[in-house]
């Protein structure tokens, strides 16, 4: 029966991040810098708030929105960390992780045969759900730009197709962010075109060398926002994402995820209030501990003389691979599991802008890390 399957299913392929993560799991004594997972624990008073949640029997359907006392609380978020304004009955969705966020802009804003013009390389979870509505990806190849997704790389790929413009900042994979400048230069030049935004914001509470700004600021008429608790709580498993758009666009938004989810989980609900409360500032020690890890691979990386771009914020390092070794980032990767037994994610599972680079995550201990980035030197070191 498989013949009967949607083409577009069949023909899109499973996470680069997560086959190679599969591929080489069950090896033993391996190092880790993979998956985009904070090590840190979810903080105690969070899963307190989910234990009471369940302990008072809050286990029911909630408003297909959020409930409400969450809604206000990401909306006195967003505002006290980023100074942006929306309602909360009218202008967020309380979503299933910032995936799901994704997955309900695109189903709402896309058409048949319109384009989305993302960065190359950029995550993998977005191009799939653009095909599968009939949209077509467009990406902007920003490796000699300093990975910087900046509006002289966007302009010449807009066209009378173009409906929507990914901006996913701090850059999963590459860690790099966008300055105020650059994000006003391009809100400016889309005020008159009727082109959506979608400002992928989840690594929002850890950026290193500037505070976030999201184009929303400059753009709140034509962006959707899309955050959530995964990265800045370290709450990947508790499933809460936020979507922030003006009314007009989020009441369509909301008949998708309505059919989609009915509603976000209600213990994680409750758990994601006492986070954006209580819980406002519980990014800070884990930042200050990620800049430390950061300048400490940094350091090894430029000393073994591989060419990467210092990130300013999420967790990753996307290093370009020697041009002595001959091979394809997917053979470097698997090769380097084997004989250095560390396990690093191949630079085309972030598009094809991605081959000939590999993606070090630093969410891991320092110990861990040395550990790690010692093996890589060493089987560098054989293959000069």
């Not at 929002?204 to 008429?221: V, W």
Request: aromatic share 10%.
């Amino acid at each position: 029966m498989e013949h009967l399957i949607n083409t577009r299913v069949q023909e899109i392929e499973v996470s680069g991040i997560r086959k190679f993560y599969n591929m080489v799991s069950h090896i033993d004594d391996v190092i880790s810098l993979t998956i985009g997972q904070p090590d840190f624990l979810t903080p105690e008073h969070v899963k307190q708030a989910g234990i009471k949640a369940i302990e008072d029997n809050f286990t029911s359907y909630t408003h297909n929105a959020g409930i409400s006392e969450l809604r206000t609380a990401a909306c006195d978020f967003v505002a006290k960390k980023y100074g942006l304004t929306y309602e909360p009955d009218s202008e967020v969705i309380v979503t299933v992780g910032a995936s799901e966020a994704i997955d309900i802009t695109f189903r709402t804003i896309l058409a048949e045969g319109t384009e989305v013009i993302l960065p190359g390389p950029i995550y993998p979870g977005y191009e799939p759900i653009i095909r599968m509505c009939g949209a077509v990806p467009v990406h902007v190849d920003i490796r000699d730009n300093q990975f910087r997704f900046t509006l002289d790389m966007i302009k010449p790929y807009i066209t009378d197709k173009t409906r929507c413009i990914v901006m996913p900042y701090p850059s999963n994979p590459t860690g790099v962010s966008l300055t105020e400048i650059e994000l006003k230069e391009i809100a400016d030049y889309l005020k008159e075109r009727e082109i959506f935004v979608l400002a992928d914001e989840i690594y929002s509470e850890l950026t290193y060398d500037q505070p976030h700004i999201s184009i929303a600021s400059f753009l709140k008429e034509k962006t959707i926002v899309i955050n959530g608790l995964s990265k800045s709580h370290s709450m990947t498993g508790w499933r809460i994402g936020f979507l922030f758009a003006p009314k007009d666009i989020t009441k369509h938004i909301l008949k998708v995820h309505q059919y989609n989810v009915s509603c976000a989980t209600s213990i994680a609900q409750r758990a994601a209030l006492a986070a954006l409360t209580t819980g406002m500032d519980d990014a800070i020690p884990m930042k200050k501990e990620y800049i430390k890890r950061r300048d400490y691979v940094y350091t090894r990386l430029t000393a073994m003389g591989l060419q990467v771009v210092r990130p300013d914020g999420a967790f990753y390092f996307f290093v370009k691979i020697p041009d002595f070794i001959q091979l394809n980032s997917f053979d470097f990767a698997l090769e380097m599991v084997h004989q250095a037994k560390v396990a690093v994610v191949p630079g085309s599972a972030f598009s094809e802008y991605g081959e000939g680079y590999f993606r070090l995550s630093f969410a891991c201990s320092l110990e861990t890390l040395e550990t790690g980035l010692n093996r890589i030197e060493a089987f560098l070191n054989t293959k000069k």
